[in-house]
Protein backbone atom coordinates (compact mmCIF):
# COMPACT_ATOMS: atom_id res chain seq x y z
CA UNK A 1 0.00 0.00 0.00
CA UNK A 2 1.19 3.67 -0.88
CA UNK A 3 1.28 6.22 1.52
CA UNK A 4 2.31 9.46 1.01
CA UNK A 5 3.33 12.18 3.36
CA UNK A 6 0.63 14.66 4.74
CA UNK A 7 0.80 18.37 3.91
CA UNK A 8 -0.52 21.02 6.00
CA UNK A 9 -3.23 22.46 3.61
CA UNK A 10 -2.74 26.45 3.58
CA UNK A 11 -5.88 27.85 5.44
CA UNK A 12 -8.15 30.30 3.30
CA UNK A 13 -9.46 33.93 4.54
CA UNK A 14 -12.95 32.23 5.44
CA UNK A 15 -11.49 29.38 7.91
CA UNK A 16 -8.94 31.90 9.20
CA UNK A 17 -11.79 34.04 10.06
CA UNK A 18 -13.86 31.35 11.37
CA UNK A 19 -10.80 30.42 13.83
CA UNK A 20 -10.51 34.23 15.10
CA UNK A 21 -14.13 34.13 15.74
CA UNK A 22 -13.81 31.38 17.95
CA UNK A 23 -10.75 33.24 19.64
CA UNK A 24 -12.51 36.38 19.91
CA UNK A 25 -15.78 35.13 21.66
CA UNK A 26 -14.10 32.08 23.72
CA UNK A 27 -15.27 33.55 26.84
CA UNK A 28 -18.88 33.79 26.04
CA UNK A 29 -19.48 30.05 24.78
CA UNK A 30 -21.35 27.68 27.42
CA UNK A 31 -23.65 28.45 30.08
CA UNK A 32 -22.38 31.96 30.61
CA UNK A 33 -23.86 35.87 29.68
CA UNK A 34 -23.96 36.26 25.97
CA UNK A 35 -21.81 38.28 23.35
CA UNK A 36 -23.38 39.00 19.55
CA UNK A 37 -21.37 40.89 16.69
CA UNK A 38 -22.45 41.80 13.74
CA UNK A 39 -20.28 42.89 10.39
CA UNK A 40 -21.56 44.93 8.12
CA UNK A 41 -20.09 45.80 4.91
CA UNK A 42 -20.95 47.31 1.56
CA UNK A 43 -24.69 47.75 2.25
CA UNK A 44 -24.85 43.78 3.44
CA UNK A 45 -24.68 41.74 6.86
CA UNK A 46 -21.53 39.42 6.44
CA UNK A 47 -22.10 37.90 9.57
CA UNK A 48 -24.15 38.02 12.82
CA UNK A 49 -23.43 36.06 15.38
CA UNK A 50 -24.19 35.17 18.97
CA UNK A 51 -22.52 33.31 22.12
CA UNK A 52 -23.99 32.30 25.72
CA UNK A 53 -27.17 33.40 27.37
CA UNK A 54 -29.34 36.53 27.06
CA UNK A 55 -31.20 34.99 30.06
CA UNK A 56 -29.27 32.55 32.53
CA UNK A 57 -31.76 31.68 35.01
CA UNK A 58 -34.81 31.18 31.99
CA UNK A 59 -31.66 29.17 29.49
CA UNK A 60 -32.38 31.57 26.63
CA UNK A 61 -29.98 31.94 24.48
CA UNK A 62 -29.06 35.26 22.80
CA UNK A 63 -29.48 35.90 18.57
CA UNK A 64 -29.30 39.16 16.62
CA UNK A 65 -32.91 39.99 18.07
CA UNK A 66 -31.70 40.17 21.55
CA UNK A 67 -31.89 43.87 22.89
CA UNK A 68 -29.25 45.08 24.85
CA UNK A 69 -28.74 47.99 26.50
CA UNK A 70 -26.60 50.24 24.60
CA UNK A 71 -25.11 52.30 27.19
CA UNK A 72 -22.97 55.14 25.88
CA UNK A 73 -23.42 53.66 22.56
CA UNK A 74 -27.36 55.71 23.43
CA UNK A 75 -25.66 59.02 22.48
CA UNK A 76 -25.20 58.46 18.44
CA UNK A 77 -29.04 58.71 19.76
CA UNK A 78 -29.48 61.60 21.42
CA UNK A 79 -27.05 63.28 19.86
CA UNK A 80 -29.32 62.58 15.94
CA UNK A 81 -32.33 63.52 18.39
CA UNK A 82 -30.85 66.93 18.72
CA UNK A 83 -29.69 67.26 15.02
CA UNK A 84 -33.12 66.71 14.19
CA UNK A 85 -34.75 69.50 16.06
CA UNK A 86 -32.16 71.49 14.83
CA UNK A 87 -33.31 70.56 11.15
CA UNK A 88 -36.59 71.96 12.47
CA UNK A 89 -35.84 74.78 13.53
CA UNK A 90 -36.46 74.16 16.99
CA UNK A 91 -33.04 74.30 18.46
CA UNK A 92 -30.06 75.92 17.46
CA UNK A 93 -26.01 74.71 18.42
CA UNK A 94 -25.03 78.19 19.56
CA UNK A 95 -28.48 78.20 22.33
CA UNK A 96 -27.13 78.78 25.47
CA UNK A 97 -28.44 76.14 28.24
CA UNK A 98 -30.21 79.15 30.00
CA UNK A 99 -32.22 79.62 26.50
CA UNK A 100 -33.88 76.35 27.22
CA UNK A 101 -33.66 76.59 30.84
CA UNK A 102 -33.93 79.94 32.08
CA UNK A 103 -34.12 78.51 35.87
CA UNK A 104 -30.37 77.46 35.65
CA UNK A 105 -27.84 79.37 37.77
CA UNK A 106 -26.05 81.84 36.20
CA UNK A 107 -23.16 79.61 34.28
CA UNK A 108 -25.78 78.07 32.07
CA UNK A 109 -25.17 81.26 30.06
CA UNK A 110 -22.30 80.41 28.79
CA UNK A 111 -23.12 76.49 27.43
CA UNK A 112 -23.96 76.02 24.20
CA UNK A 113 -26.24 72.75 22.98
CA UNK A 114 -22.62 72.16 21.01
CA UNK A 115 -20.37 72.08 24.28
CA UNK A 116 -23.24 69.33 25.77
CA UNK A 117 -23.11 67.74 22.50
CA UNK A 118 -19.13 67.55 22.40
CA UNK A 119 -18.18 67.13 26.29
CA UNK A 120 -16.96 70.68 26.62
CA UNK A 121 -19.88 72.01 28.84
CA UNK A 122 -17.58 71.64 32.09
CA UNK A 123 -20.88 70.05 33.75
CA UNK A 124 -20.41 68.88 37.38
CA UNK A 125 -20.77 64.97 36.99
CA UNK A 126 -24.25 63.79 38.06
CA UNK A 127 -22.04 60.55 39.31
CA UNK A 128 -20.24 62.49 41.91
CA UNK A 129 -23.97 63.78 43.01
CA UNK A 130 -25.85 60.69 43.23
CA UNK A 131 -24.09 57.46 45.22
CA UNK A 132 -23.88 54.48 43.25
CA UNK A 133 -25.52 52.32 46.20
CA UNK A 134 -29.26 55.07 46.30
CA UNK A 135 -31.92 52.83 46.94
CA UNK A 136 -34.03 54.47 44.26
CA UNK A 137 -32.94 54.75 40.13
CA UNK A 138 -32.52 58.60 39.30
CA UNK A 139 -33.89 59.53 35.90
CA UNK A 140 -32.68 62.54 33.64
CA UNK A 141 -35.10 65.07 35.24
CA UNK A 142 -33.29 64.40 38.27
CA UNK A 143 -29.95 64.79 36.95
CA UNK A 144 -31.03 68.48 35.89
CA UNK A 145 -32.44 69.11 39.03
CA UNK A 146 -29.06 68.63 40.86
CA UNK A 147 -27.30 70.36 38.39
CA UNK A 148 -29.79 73.48 38.71
CA UNK A 149 -28.18 73.10 42.65
CA UNK A 150 -24.42 73.69 41.56
CA UNK A 151 -23.10 77.25 41.66
CA UNK A 152 -20.18 76.90 38.72
CA UNK A 153 -18.78 74.32 36.39
CA UNK A 154 -15.30 72.60 36.33
CA UNK A 155 -13.56 74.74 33.75
CA UNK A 156 -14.89 77.60 30.97
CA UNK A 157 -16.87 76.05 28.96
CA UNK A 158 -15.48 75.32 25.55
CA UNK A 159 -12.05 75.01 26.73
CA UNK A 160 -11.01 71.40 27.41
CA UNK A 161 -12.69 67.78 26.49
CA UNK A 162 -14.43 66.27 29.43
CA UNK A 163 -16.28 63.04 29.19
CA UNK A 164 -19.63 64.17 30.38
CA UNK A 165 -22.65 62.12 31.26
CA UNK A 166 -24.28 64.87 32.65
CA UNK A 167 -24.04 66.92 29.27
CA UNK A 168 -26.07 64.12 27.24
CA UNK A 169 -28.63 63.54 30.44
CA UNK A 170 -29.10 67.26 29.89
CA UNK A 171 -29.06 66.96 26.22
CA UNK A 172 -32.54 64.88 26.44
CA UNK A 173 -34.04 66.85 28.85
CA UNK A 174 -33.56 69.84 25.79
CA UNK A 175 -34.99 67.51 23.51
CA UNK A 176 -38.40 67.26 25.88
CA UNK A 177 -38.42 70.82 26.10
CA UNK A 178 -38.04 71.49 22.72
CA UNK A 179 -40.24 68.98 20.91
CA UNK A 180 -42.82 68.79 23.67
CA UNK A 181 -42.40 65.34 23.26
CA UNK A 182 -40.83 62.59 26.23
CA UNK A 183 -37.48 61.36 25.38
CA UNK A 184 -38.60 57.97 24.53
CA UNK A 185 -42.04 59.23 22.47
CA UNK A 186 -39.38 61.47 20.60
CA UNK A 187 -36.99 58.78 19.50
CA UNK A 188 -39.90 56.43 18.54
CA UNK A 189 -41.48 58.99 16.34
CA UNK A 190 -38.02 60.85 14.87
CA UNK A 191 -35.78 57.59 14.40
CA UNK A 192 -36.87 54.52 15.04
CA UNK A 193 -40.12 54.38 13.04
CA UNK A 194 -39.25 56.26 10.23
CA UNK A 195 -36.05 53.89 10.43
CA UNK A 196 -38.34 50.70 10.99
CA UNK A 197 -36.34 50.09 14.18
CA UNK A 198 -38.94 47.97 15.93
CA UNK A 199 -36.97 46.36 18.32
CA UNK A 200 -35.41 49.88 20.21
CA UNK A 201 -36.79 51.68 22.92
CA UNK A 202 -35.48 53.87 25.86
CA UNK A 203 -36.05 52.19 29.37
CA UNK A 204 -38.65 53.39 31.50
CA UNK A 205 -38.04 52.31 35.27
CA UNK A 206 -39.45 48.67 35.74
CA UNK A 207 -40.58 48.55 31.56
CA UNK A 208 -40.63 45.35 30.23
CA UNK A 209 -38.68 44.90 27.24
CA UNK A 210 -38.74 42.27 24.63
CA UNK A 211 -36.01 40.00 23.69
CA UNK A 212 -34.39 41.49 26.37
CA UNK A 213 -30.47 40.68 27.62
CA UNK A 214 -30.23 40.78 31.45
CA UNK A 215 -26.93 42.20 32.40
CA UNK A 216 -24.59 39.72 34.80
CA UNK A 217 -21.71 40.03 36.70
CA UNK A 218 -19.16 37.07 38.07
CA UNK A 219 -18.88 36.78 42.22
CA UNK A 220 -16.22 33.95 43.00
CA UNK A 221 -16.75 32.00 39.71
CA UNK A 222 -20.49 32.24 39.73
CA UNK A 223 -22.57 34.66 37.57
CA UNK A 224 -24.93 36.76 39.47
CA UNK A 225 -27.58 39.00 37.76
CA UNK A 226 -26.18 42.47 37.96
CA UNK A 227 -29.33 44.42 35.64
CA UNK A 228 -29.56 47.49 37.14
CA UNK A 229 -27.70 50.52 39.28
CA UNK A 230 -28.82 53.27 41.15
CA UNK A 231 -27.70 54.91 37.51
CA UNK A 232 -28.74 53.30 34.61
CA UNK A 233 -32.16 54.20 33.91
CA UNK A 234 -30.83 57.45 32.94
CA UNK A 235 -31.63 57.83 29.18
CA UNK A 236 -29.79 60.78 27.61
CA UNK A 237 -26.28 59.23 28.21
CA UNK A 238 -27.10 55.54 28.13
CA UNK A 239 -30.51 54.37 28.08
CA UNK A 240 -31.49 52.42 24.67
CA UNK A 241 -32.11 49.35 24.12
CA UNK A 242 -31.44 47.89 21.10
CA UNK A 243 -30.40 44.50 18.86
CA UNK A 244 -27.81 43.98 16.35
CA UNK A 245 -30.71 43.41 13.58
CA UNK A 246 -31.66 47.29 14.45
CA UNK A 247 -28.15 48.81 14.43
CA UNK A 248 -28.14 47.29 10.93
CA UNK A 249 -30.80 50.17 9.78
CA UNK A 250 -29.25 52.20 12.12
CA UNK A 251 -25.70 51.79 10.39
CA UNK A 252 -27.16 52.04 7.03
CA UNK A 253 -29.60 55.56 7.78
CA UNK A 254 -26.04 57.02 8.44
CA UNK A 255 -25.17 57.00 4.44
CA UNK A 256 -28.57 58.39 3.38
CA UNK A 257 -30.24 61.46 4.74
CA UNK A 258 -33.39 59.89 5.76
CA UNK A 259 -32.98 62.16 9.04
CA UNK A 260 -30.46 64.44 8.73
CA UNK A 261 -28.58 65.93 5.65
CA UNK A 262 -25.11 64.80 4.84
CA UNK A 263 -23.46 67.42 5.64
CA UNK A 264 -25.11 67.91 9.38
CA UNK A 265 -23.56 64.14 9.94
CA UNK A 266 -19.93 65.65 8.35
CA UNK A 267 -20.64 67.79 11.07
CA UNK A 268 -21.28 65.13 13.67
CA UNK A 269 -18.41 62.83 12.43
CA UNK A 270 -15.93 65.73 13.25
CA UNK A 271 -14.02 66.25 16.01
CA UNK A 272 -14.25 69.83 17.74
CA UNK A 273 -11.82 71.68 19.95
CA UNK A 274 -11.62 74.64 20.91
CA UNK A 275 -11.54 76.24 17.86
CA UNK A 276 -13.90 74.67 16.37
CA UNK A 277 -14.49 71.86 13.89
CA UNK A 278 -11.19 70.10 12.90
CA UNK A 279 -10.18 66.72 11.20
CA UNK A 280 -7.99 65.45 14.23
CA UNK A 281 -8.36 62.87 16.82
CA UNK A 282 -11.34 63.57 19.31
CA UNK A 283 -15.08 64.11 19.71
CA UNK A 284 -18.06 64.98 17.61
CA UNK A 285 -21.57 64.69 17.96
CA UNK A 286 -22.11 61.28 19.91
CA UNK A 287 -18.86 59.75 18.49
CA UNK A 288 -15.15 59.36 18.95
CA UNK A 289 -13.07 59.46 15.94
CA UNK A 290 -9.41 58.61 15.52
CA UNK A 291 -6.90 57.51 12.66
CA UNK A 292 -5.22 54.73 11.75
CA UNK A 293 -2.99 54.45 8.96
CA UNK A 294 -4.44 57.93 7.63
CA UNK A 295 -8.04 56.06 7.62
CA UNK A 296 -10.53 57.78 9.91
CA UNK A 297 -12.60 55.40 12.12
CA UNK A 298 -15.61 56.23 13.76
CA UNK A 299 -16.24 54.74 17.23
CA UNK A 300 -17.65 54.37 20.72
CA UNK A 301 -18.03 52.19 23.58
CA UNK A 302 -20.91 51.83 26.11
CA UNK A 303 -20.80 50.51 29.63
CA UNK A 304 -23.50 50.25 32.40
CA UNK A 305 -24.37 48.06 34.64
CA UNK A 306 -23.94 44.27 33.54
CA UNK A 307 -23.44 45.18 29.87
CA UNK A 308 -20.05 46.50 28.02
CA UNK A 309 -20.20 47.06 23.99
CA UNK A 310 -18.10 48.76 21.24
CA UNK A 311 -18.32 49.60 17.66
CA UNK A 312 -16.46 50.68 15.26
CA UNK A 313 -17.83 52.29 11.78
CA UNK A 314 -14.97 52.64 9.00
CA UNK A 315 -17.39 55.08 5.93
CA UNK A 316 -14.44 55.36 3.46
CA UNK A 317 -13.99 51.00 3.55
CA UNK A 318 -17.86 50.80 4.19
CA UNK A 319 -17.77 48.10 6.97
CA UNK A 320 -18.69 48.59 10.59
CA UNK A 321 -18.58 46.17 13.46
CA UNK A 322 -20.52 46.09 16.36
CA UNK A 323 -20.50 44.10 19.80
CA UNK A 324 -23.15 43.58 22.52
CA UNK A 325 -22.15 42.25 25.39
CA UNK A 326 -24.39 41.21 29.00
CA UNK A 327 -21.23 40.40 30.88
CA UNK A 328 -20.03 43.42 33.15
CA UNK A 329 -16.87 41.29 33.38
CA UNK A 330 -14.60 42.67 30.60
CA UNK A 331 -13.76 46.62 29.93
CA UNK A 332 -14.98 48.05 26.51
CA UNK A 333 -12.00 48.81 25.09
CA UNK A 334 -11.12 44.74 25.23
CA UNK A 335 -13.98 44.46 23.20
CA UNK A 336 -12.67 47.83 20.81
CA UNK A 337 -9.63 46.08 20.21
CA UNK A 338 -11.86 42.80 19.00
CA UNK A 339 -14.45 45.45 16.60
CA UNK A 340 -11.23 47.03 15.30
CA UNK A 341 -9.68 43.35 14.33
CA UNK A 342 -12.81 42.09 12.75
CA UNK A 343 -13.08 45.52 10.70
CA UNK A 344 -9.74 44.52 9.12
CA UNK A 345 -10.00 40.82 9.10
CA UNK A 346 -13.80 41.24 6.67
CA UNK A 347 -12.49 44.33 5.06
CA UNK A 348 -11.00 42.56 1.98
CA UNK A 349 -7.45 44.03 2.43
CA UNK A 350 -8.73 47.88 2.36
CA UNK A 351 -8.03 48.20 6.37
CA UNK A 352 -4.99 46.63 8.16
CA UNK A 353 -5.54 44.35 10.78
CA UNK A 354 -4.24 45.63 14.37
CA UNK A 355 -1.35 43.23 15.40
CA UNK A 356 -2.90 43.35 19.30
CA UNK A 357 -4.93 40.60 18.59
CA UNK A 358 -2.07 38.57 17.29
CA UNK A 359 -0.07 39.26 20.45
CA UNK A 360 -2.62 38.45 22.58
CA UNK A 361 -3.34 35.03 20.90
CA UNK A 362 0.28 33.83 20.97
CA UNK A 363 0.61 34.82 24.54
CA UNK A 364 -2.13 32.92 25.61
CA UNK A 365 -1.11 30.12 23.73
CA UNK A 366 2.95 29.60 23.50
CA UNK A 367 3.88 32.50 25.93
CA UNK A 368 6.42 35.25 25.36
CA UNK A 369 9.11 32.65 23.58
CA UNK A 370 10.04 33.81 19.98
CA UNK A 371 7.04 35.93 19.93
CA UNK A 372 7.53 38.02 16.93
CA UNK A 373 8.28 34.56 14.86
CA UNK A 374 5.01 33.62 16.17
CA UNK A 375 3.06 36.82 15.34
CA UNK A 376 4.29 36.10 11.57
CA UNK A 377 3.29 32.13 11.68
CA UNK A 378 -0.57 33.43 12.11
CA UNK A 379 -0.77 36.21 9.51
CA UNK A 380 -2.25 35.26 6.25
CA UNK A 381 -1.49 35.88 3.24
CA UNK A 382 -4.16 38.47 1.47
CA UNK A 383 -4.64 40.95 4.72
CA UNK A 384 -2.76 43.52 5.47
CA UNK A 385 -1.31 43.73 9.12
CA UNK A 386 -0.14 46.82 11.31
CA UNK A 387 3.46 46.43 12.42
CA UNK A 388 4.41 45.68 16.10
CA UNK A 389 3.66 48.62 17.98
CA UNK A 390 4.79 49.47 21.88
CA UNK A 391 1.51 50.91 22.40
CA UNK A 392 0.06 47.12 21.73
CA UNK A 393 1.77 45.55 24.52
CA UNK A 394 1.58 48.65 26.51
CA UNK A 395 -2.73 48.31 26.57
CA UNK A 396 -2.36 44.17 25.96
CA UNK A 397 -0.39 44.35 29.62
CA UNK A 398 -3.06 46.36 31.43
CA UNK A 399 -5.77 44.29 29.63
CA UNK A 400 -4.24 41.39 31.53
CA UNK A 401 -3.81 43.93 34.51
CA UNK A 402 -7.51 44.28 34.83
CA UNK A 403 -8.33 40.63 34.37
CA UNK A 404 -6.47 39.90 37.20
CA UNK A 405 -3.72 37.72 34.85
CA UNK A 406 -0.90 39.25 36.52
CA UNK A 407 2.01 36.96 35.39
CA UNK A 408 1.23 37.36 31.67
CA UNK A 409 0.89 41.23 32.87
CA UNK A 410 4.15 41.19 34.24
CA UNK A 411 5.93 39.26 31.13
CA UNK A 412 4.20 41.28 28.91
CA UNK A 413 5.70 44.99 30.57
CA UNK A 414 8.92 43.34 30.97
CA UNK A 415 8.69 42.08 27.25
CA UNK A 416 8.40 45.88 26.64
CA UNK A 417 10.74 46.79 28.50
CA UNK A 418 12.85 45.25 26.95
CA UNK A 419 11.93 45.74 23.51
CA UNK A 420 11.49 49.43 23.94
CA UNK A 421 13.67 50.61 26.25
CA UNK A 422 13.33 54.21 26.01
CA UNK A 423 9.68 53.92 26.16
CA UNK A 424 7.82 55.00 29.44
CA UNK A 425 5.29 52.48 29.17
CA UNK A 426 6.92 49.13 30.46
CA UNK A 427 8.51 50.65 33.27
CA UNK A 428 4.78 52.36 34.07
CA UNK A 429 3.53 48.99 33.41
CA UNK A 430 5.76 46.96 36.08
CA UNK A 431 5.12 49.70 38.50
CA UNK A 432 1.47 49.12 38.57
CA UNK A 433 2.29 45.79 38.77
CA UNK A 434 4.70 45.77 41.43
CA UNK A 435 2.21 47.77 43.24
CA UNK A 436 -0.30 45.55 43.33
CA UNK A 437 1.98 42.76 44.55
CA UNK A 438 2.82 45.30 47.60
CA UNK A 439 7.11 45.55 46.14
CA UNK A 440 6.54 49.03 47.58
CA UNK A 441 10.43 49.83 46.71
CA UNK A 442 10.22 47.88 42.81
CA UNK A 443 6.84 50.30 42.22
CA UNK A 444 8.79 53.23 43.15
CA UNK A 445 12.10 52.16 41.49
CA UNK A 446 9.98 51.83 38.05
CA UNK A 447 7.37 54.87 38.81
CA UNK A 448 10.24 57.33 39.06
CA UNK A 449 11.86 55.73 35.46
CA UNK A 450 8.74 55.97 33.80
CA UNK A 451 8.75 59.24 34.58
CA UNK A 452 12.01 60.17 33.31
CA UNK A 453 10.58 58.71 30.08
CA UNK A 454 6.97 59.82 29.97
CA UNK A 455 5.96 62.55 27.37
CA UNK A 456 2.76 64.90 27.32
CA UNK A 457 0.96 62.25 25.05
CA UNK A 458 0.55 60.20 28.22
CA UNK A 459 -0.27 62.88 30.65
CA UNK A 460 -2.98 60.90 32.68
CA UNK A 461 -0.64 58.30 32.88
CA UNK A 462 2.01 60.50 34.26
CA UNK A 463 -0.33 62.23 36.88
CA UNK A 464 -1.19 58.59 37.80
CA UNK A 465 2.08 58.15 38.14
CA UNK A 466 2.72 61.22 40.73
CA UNK A 467 -0.05 60.46 43.00
CA UNK A 468 0.53 56.62 43.41
CA UNK A 469 4.44 58.25 44.13
CA UNK A 470 3.15 60.67 46.72
CA UNK A 471 0.96 57.40 48.16
CA UNK A 472 3.90 55.12 48.22
CA UNK A 473 6.20 57.38 49.88
CA UNK A 474 3.41 58.39 52.84
Same mark, same amino acid.
Given at each position: ??????????????????????????????????????????????????????????????????????????? %?? =? +??? #???? !??????? $??? /?? &????????????????????????????????????????????????????????????????????????????????????????????????????? %?? =? +??? #???? !??????? $??? /?? &??????????????????????????????????????????????????????????????????????????????????????????????????????????????????????????????????????????????????????????????????????????????????????????????????????????????????????????????????????????????????????????????
Amino acid at each position: MFTGCKTNKPKTISEYQTEFIDYLFQDYKGEKPSASFIVIRDGEIVTCQSFGYANLEKGIKANCNTNYRLGSVTK %QF =T +AMA #VMIL !IKQGKLS $YDN /KL &SDVFPDFPEYAKAITIRHLLTHRSGLVSYFNLYPEDATKQIVDKEVLELLKKQDSTLFQPGKKFDYSNSGYAVLAQVVEKRSGKTFKAFLEEAIFKPLKMN %QS =T +AYG #VNEN !IANRAYG $YKS /KD &SVYQLHDQSARSAVLGDGGIYSSLADYYKWDQALYSEKLVAQKTLEDAFSNWGENGKDQEKGYGYGWRMEYRNGVKYLHHGGASAGFKNYGVRIPSANISVMIFTNNGDYGPYKSKRKATFLAGLFSKGKLSIPVATLIEKSINENGLTHIERRIEDQKLNGLKYDEIKKEDFFGLGFEFLDDDEHEKAFKTFDYLKTKFPNFFGGYYGLARYHRIKNEKEKAIEYFEKGLELATSDYQFSINKSKKMLKELRQ
